[in-house]
């Protein structure tokens, strides 16, 4: 990427001060005692919507809590797609979750296969509200990390995963004010990398300004076409020499598939579970195959939702699979060097 233009030179001095902004926040210092309890919180945004964040937490707590990690999804977005569509849920529309920013009470999660999910929804917008009138003394930064804070020393998560949407900044402000780790899922248009960098802005004056202790772990590439490796590459190293020296992307990038999103968000499954459904719905069509082969087949066959993912569904989980191994190594990088 050059900087003859001026927009671009521009947007280069920005990110460089991002950098030395995040050398300069003092991240070994404690913002309260709830520090160490929030070690674990990853905060997942972009100020663009339709990037894979809701669909990055649903796979990759999935990855997880297979593996025997204690994990918590909060579900951030006032249009609650995490917990009603990728979990599946009859939600609360987001009602714990609002009166826990703008009164500080208690989080009550619910359990979806070995996984607690704060649900999200439009009663967030009620918090909102309260918070924006003159006077209110409503504090939604230190009512969540209140809230959150308790439930993480009671539960003992090994890892929080916030799903934010792209909207309302101030939801944004205090999911970044109770988070330690940031990532940010882009697709290759320019809107999306411009999301990117809307999000950079705003990450750095949550550390520089209100003393966050937020830190940047890495973008990754989302809906990408696997086959398309010389394309992925260069759109990895322009994504790379947007974010500078603020941090690297990601190595694993998240193959995009319209049958895995389709039966993924139709029957609330992960990537994992769609791979895994979509072996066993493979071996039904064999059996109703000899079946029928056979004239053995008593009566019409039962019928079935339909059924759309083949084989590229267990591609798209072990992208997921290396994702996780990568967050949790950066993770554990970082904490040592902050250590």
């Known amino acids: 990427m050059t900087t003859e233009n001026p927009t671009e030179a521009n947007l280069l001095s920005r990110r460089v001060s991002r950098t030395e902004i995040g050398k300069q926040s003092g991240m070994n210092g404690s913002m309260d005692d709830w520090t160490q309890t929030l070690r674990r919180v990853v905060l997942v945004a972009n100020r663009k919507g339709g990037v894979c964040k809701s669909s990055l937490c649903r796979s990759v707590s999935s990855v997880l809590e297979s593996g025997g990690y204690s994990v918590l999804v909060v579900d951030g977005d006032p249009q609650g797609n995490v917990s009603e569509i990728d979990f599946g849920l009859e939600t609360d529309r987001g009602r714990n979750l609002a009166m826990a920013m703008q009164y500080g009470t208690d989080l009550s999660p619910e359990n979806v296969r070995g996984i ?72 290759s248009d320019e809107a999306s990398f411009a999301g990117v960098d809307k999000m950079g802005a705003r990450y750095a004056e949550a550390v520089s300004q209100r003393g966050a202790e937020i830190e940047f ?123």
């Open 116 to 187: 607690d999910v704060i649900c999200g929804g439009p009663e967030l917008q009620g918090a909102l509200g309260a918070a924006g009138i003159p006077g209110s003394g409503v504090s939604l930064d230190a009512n969540l990390r209140g809230a959150l804070g308790r439930l993480c020393e009671e539960r003992k998560y090994d890892m929080v995963l916030i799903d934010s949407g792209p909207g309302d900044t101030m939801l944004l402000d205090a999911y970044m004010m109770s988070a330690r780790w940031l990532i940010v899922p882009t697709i």
């Open 217 to 339: 772990l890495g973008a990754v590439l989302t809906k990408v076409d696997h086959q398309a490796t010389a394309r992925n590459k260069a759109i990895r190293q322009e994504l790379a020499e947007a974010l500078g020296s603020a941090g690297e992307p990601f190595e694993a990038m998240i193959r995009y598939n319209a049958a895995n999103a389709i039966d993924s968000r139709r029957h609330a499954l992960s990537a994992q579970e769609v791979a895994a459904e979509g072996v066993t719905q493979r071996k039904s069509r064999l059996t109703e195959l000899r079946h029928r082969a056979r004239g053995s087949r008593n009566g019409e066959p039962e019928v079935q939702d339909a059924w759309w993912s083949r084989s590229s569904g267990s591609a798209l989980a072990a992208d997921y699979e290396v994702l996780t191994r990568e967050i949790l190594t950066r993770i554990g990088q970082k904490e040592a060097v902050n250590a």
